[in-house]
C-alpha cells in the first residue's frame, strides 16, 4: 500500500478511536475534514467524481424527483444526481465538509446541510423519492448508534420512494484492514429494513480490492 495512503490511513483510525474513548463516536468526521485544510488527498473517500456504480444503478431507471444524499462527502455524487435532473439535498455531520462542498460548487442548486442522520430534521421524514446511502453505515461504529443510523433511513421515503445502499459486505472472512470501515452483514441489512421490500442485491469488486467483496442494494417503500 502506498506510504501516504498508510498515512492517511493511520490517522482516520486514531482519530476515530480517540472520539469513542471520549464516547463521541462520530466526533472524528468534523475534525477529519478540518484537518484536511482544503487537501482531498486527506479524505480517504474522496474520489472528486460520483460513484460509478451509483450511476450506473440510475441508469437502468427512469425516474427522478428529490433526493436525499447521507453523508455527502466532498458533493460529488451530489452533483452527479443533479446533473441528471434530480431536486437534490445532500447533508453532513461535519460543517466542515459541507461548507467545503459549498467551496467547491458555488453555482449548484443543491441544498447542503449540516445534520445528524441520527437525529435528521422533522421536516424531511416522508419527503424523498430516493435516499442515497454510500459508505456511511460502515463508518459508524457498532454499539447501538449504527442501528439507529440506519432506522432512520426508511423513515425520510415517500411512498413509493427507493433507498439505495452501497457498500462493504461482512460474508465472515477475514477483514483487509483494521476498521473503519466496518462491513455489513446482509442479516443485518434485512433486519434494519425490515419496513421496506427489496428490490436487488448484487455483489461486486473493486480493481483496487478485487478480495474485498462489495454490494449495491435497493430497497423501496411501499
Known amino acids: 500500500m502506498d506510504k501516504d495512503i498508510v498515512e492517511v490511513r493511520e490517522n482516520l483510525i486514531s482519530l476515530s478511536k480517540e472520539a469513542a474513548d471520549d464516547d463521541q463516536p462520530l466526533r472524528w468526521f468534523e475534525e477529519l475534514y478540518s484537518r484536511a485544510e482544503r487537501n482531498s488527498m486527506m479524505i480517504p473517500w474522496a474520489t472528486l467524481e460520483a460513484n460509478p456504480i451509483m450511476l450506473k444503478w440510475l441508469e437502468s431507471r427512469n425516474f427522478s424527483g428529490k433526493a436525499l444524499v447521507v453523508g455527502c462527502g466532498l458533493g460529488d455524487d451530489a452533483i452527479g444526481l443533479e446533473k441528471l435532473g434530480w431536486e437534490v439535498t445532500a447533508f453532513d455531520i461535519s460543517s466542515a ?96 429494513f425490515e419496513d421496506l421490500r427489496e428490490v436487488d442485491f448484487e455483489l461486486f469488486t473493486k480493481s483496487g480490492s478485487p478480495t474485498t467483496p462489495r454490494f449495491v442494494a435497493s430497497w423501496i417503500r411501499i
Not at 153 to 174: M, Q, Y
Open 97 to 192: 465538509c459541507v461548507n467545503w462542498c459549498k467551496e467547491r460548487f458555488p453555482n449548484s442548486n443543491v441544498d447542503w446541510r449540516v445534520a445528524d442522520l441520527l437525529n435528521p430534521p422533522e421536516e424531511w421524514l416522508g419527503n424523498f423519492d430516493l435516499v442515497v446511502e454510500i459508505h456511511i453505515l460502515q463508518a459508524i461504529p457498532d454499539g447501538g448508534i449504527r442501528e439507529t443510523g440506519a432506522q432512520s433511513l426508511p423513515k425520510l421515503l415517500n411512498k413509493g420512494g427507493h433507498l439505495l445502499c452501497i457498500g462493504r459486505l461482512d460474508d465472515g472472512r477475514e477483514l483487509e484492514m483494521n476498521p473503519p470501515p466496518w462491513p455489513l452483514k446482509r442479516s443485518w441489512l434485512i433486519e434494519q
